[in-house]
């Protein structure tokens, strides 16, 4: 059974609307993460949360919005889309947030999304 | 923040032969180091990771390196094969701040 899931597979969207990627963990841990994956930017870090707070945000842009509504969630709103938007986004957990000797980041299968 | 960069950015080998991935990095406080594959269309799988006391780790077909005099971090495929086939990422933790990744080595494997 896959312990990270990210809704949906795929996604295409136009221009200037608003979607939500969701992922849900199960493997009971307690920091999430985001990153975004495109042929401009191998793999970028966009946020990270703690227990349902977030702890580090590297992305500029206020379209991107994380939303933790249980421990386990960490979906992300993307509003007034952009075709440079379009790239793989990924979401991964870890038991704690990195720090500690046996906490390993795990990825999510990633939301594919392509913006017209 | 911590600048990582990896080398190269293709590498194409012959099965059997070694295939040799290195990361920089810039913060002398980095203590975890991460491998990661991923195959084409798929999430990305953890191969080893290592902690800064570790100079020399050995996985299932391959070695990790990491030198923190020099700050290079490499992983070394001894013999590699048709499988092995993908892009490799390596990522660096420092800090309680999540890994940054290096631009990744699309590594093909040619029978």
């Known amino acids: 059974d896959p312990k990270i899931i990210q809704k949906p597979k795929y996604l295409v969207a136009v221009t200037g609307s608003e979607k939500i990627l969701i992922c849900e963990q199960y493997l009971g841990h307690n920091a999430m993460y985001w990153y975004r994956q495109s042929a401009k930017k191998p793999l970028e870090f966009m946020f990270s949360?703690?227990?349902?707070?977030?702890?580090d945000n590297q992305t500029a842009s206020s379209r991107f919005q994380p939303q933790s509504s249980k421990k386990n969630h960490l979906d992300l709103q993307i509003t007034a889309l952009k075709p440079d938007d379009s790239a793989t986004y990924f979401c991964a957990s870890s038991q704690e947030r990195l720090g500690g000797r046996e906490d390993t980041q795990y990825f999510g299968p990633g939301t594919r999304l392509l913006v017209l | 923040g911590e600048q990582v960069e990896q080398r190269p950015p293709h590498l194409s080998v012959r099965e059997g032969d070694s295939a040799v991935i290195t990361c920089t990095y810039t913060?002398?406080?980095?203590?975890?180091f991460f491998w990661y594959k991923q195959e084409p269309g798929a999430s990305l799988q953890l191969l080893m990771k290592?902690?800064?006391?570790?100079e020399i780790n050995e996985g299932q077909g391959f070695t990790v390196l990491l030198n923190k005099k020099d700050k290079r971090l490499s992983l070394n495929l001894t013999a590699a094969h048709p499988g092995d086939s993908a892009a490799y990422f390596c990522?660096?933790?420092?800090?309680?701040?999540?890994?940054?990744f290096g631009a990744g080595t699309k590594l093909s494997v040619k029978p």
């Open positions: 990522a660096v933790s420092y800090n309680n701040n999540a890994p940054r």
């Open positions: 290592v902690f800064s006391s570790t």
């Open positions: 949360y703690s227990y349902q707070k977030l702890m």
């Open positions: 913060d002398p406080n980095s203590y975890y």
